[in-house]
T-cell receptor, first 112, second 114 residues
Framework: SQQGEEDPQALSIQEGENATMNCSYK?????LQWYRQNSGRGLVHLILIRSNEREKHSGRLRVTLDTSKKSSSLLITASRAADTASYFCATAGGTSYGKLTFGQGTILTVHP | DTAVSQTPKYLVTQMGNDKSIKCEQN?????MYWYKQDSKKFLKIMFS???????INETVPNRFSPKSPDKAHLNLHINSLELGDSAVYFC?????????????FGPGTRLTVT
């Protein structure tokens, strides 16, 4: 069954604005990862946050994790047209086999 | 240099045919994966190999058979193709099979069954 669920399903903003995407999951996790997928391409890893971490930054990306609420958020600051893509959260936990369970993604459109 | 490559990029075939998709990674990773992404963008793991050994085998019809001739290659063979097999198939790799490794994805193979 699907573990992560992203919200919103689609987000449309103007360049320069911030974009926030949320992910909720159901079972306990070891870590949570965010990936980006440009149209017609494979997924690209953005950031990994472990279950004992609350916040992580990478460039214009900020990820938070609240294990008590089983949720995570991805914030992209000062968005650019090139950030237009689908963003997926993926959870890992329960086994040691590296199995990632993906949500259905948020489609982000950044208008120039 | 492409880190994870897949061939072909597009595959159009008729129901009942047998087809293969090939994947190669030049990252020196030990673990490789096959994912299926449906029309609603839902991405689901199918198989995973670590050092040529099958470690994840999700509930996938046995018409799908992965083969790993060496740890840099993971191929997917599909027998008796059905309309519902139409999807984008992604290969991925990671440094290890543990939980804390990021995965590197190939560009995908869009399979259309008519």
């Amino acid at each position: 069954s699907q573990q992560g669920e992203e919200d919103p399903q689609a987000l449309s903003i103007q360049e320069g604005e911030n974009a926030t995407m949320n992910c909720s999951y159901k079972t306990s996790i070891n870590n949570l990862q965010w990936y980006r997928q440009n149209s017609g391409r494979g997924l690209v890893h953005l950031i990994l946050i472990r279950s004992n971490e609350r916040e992580k930054h990478s460039g214009r990306l900020r990820v938070t994790l609240d294990t008590s609420k089983k949720s995570s958020s991805l914030l992209i600051t000062a968005s650019r047209a090139a950030d237009t893509a689908s963003y997926f959260c993926a959870t890992a936990g329960g086994t040691s086999y590296g199995k990632l369970t993906f949500g259905q993604g948020t489609i982000l459109t950044v208008h120039p | 240099d492409t880190a994870v490559s897949q061939t072909p990029k597009y595959l159009v075939t008729q129901m009942g045919n047998d087809k293969s998709i090939k994947c190669e990674q030049n990252l020196g990773h030990d673990t490789m994966y096959w994912y299926k992404q449906d029309s609603k963008k839902f991405l689901k793991i199918m198989f995973s190999y670590n050092n040529k050994e099958l470690i994840i085998n999700e509930t996938v019809p046995n018409r799908f058979s992965p083969k790993s001739p060496d740890k840099a290659h993971l191929n997917l063979h599909i027998n008796s193709l059905e309309l519902g097999d139409s999807a984008v198939y992604f290969c991925a790799s990671s440094r290890g099979q543990g939980l804390s490794y990021e995965q590197y994805f190939g560009p995908g193979t869009r399979l259309t069954v008519t």
